[in-house]
């Protein structure tokens, strides 16, 4: 079974400032790797995701997620953050084995609060 | 055109009604799920349907009844309304194989039983 552990809860930092959200993950088998975010009153919108190759993925937004898998691993990371990334990110994996009845595991999310 | 759309927004009821959530989509896919959502923002699939038919039903309370009459569509149903039903529930859709294609999410309807 999987697990997913998300470090924080709560991130504040300011903008302009680099931002680093971690995610790390417990299978015993190759897993697909999720970035969500969810910004207030809205549904849960895609950022990137790991299915396979190279381990350094970039999504939308300007944010890219790196791949570790000797360190299970899946940690988000934006550059220079803006007031409009305050939300609720949330990581999640699934196996690739399991078909149609492949489902998400969540991690609990982290809130990221970008002051000015 | 929004891509999975539900009705309504907000639901505000009393304990012991009768309620229905509608979740549409308009993106072709095949597989729709059930998410809810608790105040600590944390995730619980409930249902999956591929095809109109029930591919994941988690531990939920029998008072919960999805219905998916064609595949671009996914209701749910709940019985006899209690105060812990109070939650975002997020209907969402995905291409056939599931996850590993990413979820597209509805915005997600607000329940909240007096």
């Known amino acids: 079974a999987q697990s997913v552990t998300q470090l924080d809860s709560q991130v504040p930092v300011f903008e302009e400032a680099p931002v680093e959200l971690r995610c790390n993950y417990s299978?015993?088998?190759?897993?697909?790797l999720f970035w969500y975010v969810q910004y207030p009153n809205q549904g849960l919108q895609l950022l990137l995701k790991?299915?396979?190759?190279s381990t350094l993925v970039k999504g939308i937004n300007g944010f890219e997620a790196e791949f570790n898998k000797s360190q299970t691993s899946f940690h988000l990371r934006k550059p220079s953050v803006h007031i409009s990334d305050t939300a609720e990110y949330f990581c999640?994996?699934?196996?690739?084995?399991?078909?149609?009845?492949?489902?998400?595991?969540w991690g609990l999310g982290t809130s990221l609060a970008v002051n000015p | 055109d929004t891509a999975v759309s539900q009705t309504p927004k907000y639901l505000v009821t009393q304990m012991g009604n009768d309620k229905s959530i509608k979740c549409e989509q308009n993106?072709?896919?095949?597989?729709m799920y059930w998410y809810k959502q608790d105040s600590k923002k944390f995730l619980k699939i409930m249902f999956s349907?591929?095809?109109?038919?029930?591919?994941i039903n988690e531990t939920v309370p029998n008072r919960f009844s999805p219905k998916s009459p064609d595949k671009a569509h996914l209701n749910l149903h709940i019985n006899s309304l209690e105060l812990g039903d109070s939650a975002v529930y997020f209907c969402?859709?995905?291409?056939?194989?599931?996850?590993?294609?990413?979820?597209?999410f509805g915005s997600g309807t607000r329940l909240t039983v007096v």
């Open positions: 999640a994996v699934s196996d690739p084995r399991a078909g149609n009845n492949r489902k998400l595991i």
């Open positions: 299978s015993s088998v190759s897993v697909y």
């Open positions: 790991y299915l396979s190759g």
């Open positions: 993106l072709g896919h095949d597989t």
């Open positions: 349907y591929n095809n109109k038919e029930l591919i």
């Open positions: 969402a859709s995905s291409p056939t194989g599931g996850a590993g294609y990413g979820y597209t």
